[in-house]
Structures are given as structure tokens and as C-alpha cells.
């Protein structure tokens, strides 16, 4: 994969695809590699970039700093990679949780010519239960057993396999500022359960400015409420509403138990089809 170096970090992407460009940011904390269907998907008829975001289980550099939220610094990434590649405005699509792309339309609006987004988080439930598998996971770790402990969960761990260099970052960290900056980044998603969007700190307000062309799938479960993606089709005057692309029953079956990829796999092969649709009638 090539990669660039953005704001300090490496990133890596992967290209797939000609044609108007379209660039799509993964959910959780996952690389770009859990988009692979999808991509695929859609370069039959576009040009798509799939990336890895610092402190993923991917490629990309582990830099556990910032005084932004994660999603923002995410964004300013983002805004680099398409700055570097030129493609600028472009489409920019995103599931789950849809907290770094809006993030991008607000403090980049000349990079974006339109959102692509799916399964949305909004509410209570995802305010209390992500923050335990984004951040406490790791802050237990590190409390009980210092740096050591953190390189042995299995998300450290998986990147550290894709790019050795991260090792050497953890283990020359501080235990303790690494405990504050993840309990920093919890804190944007433990006080947003009031927000439209959990973990993303934009307002109604804000979101209502954002006024390039959007498509908004729901979600069918607890912590992407299908209640999350209307709100934000109400918000938003120049989007789309596209109702769950997944049954209740399909995501206990398939969702609950599926690890990733296996289940964004699934996921990008029921987005894809409302994607290119709603690209090819806005590109005509």
C-alpha cells in the first residue's frame, strides 16, 4: 500500500478504480481494510480510496496526542490525504458511527462535493457502551500493566503486525499521559448522548450548515438507532433519507456474533447499491 506522511503521521491508502474520485473513511477503530467490499463496489464506475487512520489496527502511524477530539484529528488527516492526491472536492462516504466525514465538511468545505453515510450513531446506548471498547479497554490495560499491557491487546497488537515502528512509539510512552489523552478522547463521547451524532461534537446547528448533497442510510440496532440517521436527514435540507439497508433479525444473526471484516463485508454489499445510485444521479 503506499502511504504519505500527513500531519506527522504516516497514512496509508489503497487506490481502486478511474473516474471522479470518491474517498471513504471506516468506522470504530478498524483500518480502511474493512471497506474492501464496497470500494470494490463502487470502482467498477469511480475512482475510490479506502485509508488507514492513525491509531487503527492497520498501517498507520500510533500517535496517542492532540487537543482535539479523535474525530477531528481524523479529519485534518482526511484533509491532507485528499490535499496530497489532489481530488479535491470530492465524494467522501463513511460507516459507521459517521463522525469523522461531517468533521471534514466543516473545517474543509472546498475539499467535499458531497457525504456518503450509513449507520450513524446517535443516543444514550452508544455514549455509554463505545467508549468501553474505544478507550477504557486500553486505559485498563495501562493502568494495571504499563505500556506492556497496552501493546498486548489485540488492537495495539494488530498494528504493531502491519507496522513494527508503532511498538517502539507505545512503549517510549508515559503510562500515565497515556491514560489522560484516552480518557481526553472518551470524554467527547461520554457527554455527546445529547448531540446528533455520538462522538462527534457538531451541533444541530452545525450540521444544518452543511448544505453539499448527502444520502443518509439508518441503522436497525441500539447503537446505530435508525432514529439517529432521520434526525440528521432533518438537519440537513440538501439530504436523502434511505431507510436500514439490514433487518433487526439480520444484524442479531449476522452482526452480533460476525467479527470484521465479516460483517462490514456484509455491510458494504447492502450500502454499495444506495451509494452508486445516489452518485449517479447527482453526477448525472
Keep these: 500500500m503506499p502511504e504519505l ?7 496509508a491508502y489503497q487506490e481502486r478504480g478511474t473516474g471522479i474520485p470518491v474517498v471513504l473513511t471506516p468506522g470504530g477503530r478498524w483500518g480502511g481494510y474493512v471497506q474492501r467490499v464496497i470500494a470494490e463496489e463502487l470502482a467498477q464506475n469511480y475512482r475510490v480510496i479506502t485509508w488507514d487512520r492513525r491509531n487503527t489496527d492497520a498501517r498507520a502511524s500510533i500517535l496517542i496526542a ?11 488527516d482526511l484533509a491532507g490525504l485528499i490535499e496530497a492526491l489532489k481530488l479535491g472536492p470530492c465524494w467522501v462516504g463513511e460507516y459507521a458511527g459517521c463522525r469523522t466525514t461531517p468533521l471534514l465538511a466543516i473545517k474543509y468545505p472546498k475539499l467535499v462535493k458531497g457525504m456518503l453515510l450509513c449507520w450513524p450513531s446517535g443516543g444514550d446506548y452508544p455514549a455509554a457502551r463505545l467508549p468501553k471498547n474505544f478507550y477504557q479497554q486500553y486505559t485498563r490495560a495501562a493502568l494495571r ?29 508515559d503510562p500515565r499521559e497515556f491514560v489522560r489523552q484516552m480518557a ?15 462522538g462527534c461534537r457538531l451541533s444541530d446547528a ?3 450548515s452543511i448544505t453539499v448533497p448527502a444520502t443518509i442510510t439508518g441503522g436497525c440496532d441500539p447503537t446505530h438507532p435508525t ?6 436527514h432533518t438537519l440537513m435540507r440538501n439530504s436523502r433519507y434511505h431507510d436500514p439497508v439490514v433487518t433487526p433479525e439480520e444484524w442479531h444473526a449476522v452482526f452480533d456474533p460476525g467479527p470484521y471484516p465479516k460483517t462490514s463485508d456484509f455491510q458494504g454489499a447492502r450500502i454499495a447499491p444506495v451509494w452508486r445510485a445516489f452518485l449517479k444521479d447527482m453526477e448525472g
Design 5 to 11: 506522511a500527513i500531519n506527522g503521521c504516516t497514512i
Design 66 to 76: 492532540g487537543d482535539q477530539s479523535e474525530a477531528d484529528i481524523w479529519a485534518d
Design 145 to 173: 500493566r504499563g505500556m506492556q499491557g497496552v501493546i498486548e491487546t489485540s488492537h495495539f497488537a494488530d498494528s504493531i503486525k502491519q507496522n513494527p515502528a508503532n511498538r517502539d512509539v507505545l512503549m517510549a510512552m
Design 184 to 198: 481526553y478522547w472518551e470524554a467527547f463521547f461520554i457527554t455527546s448522548a445529547d448531540l446528533p451524532i455520538t
Design 206 to 208: 452545525e450540521w444544518a
Design 227 to 232: 432514529a439517529a440517521a432521520q434526525k440528521l
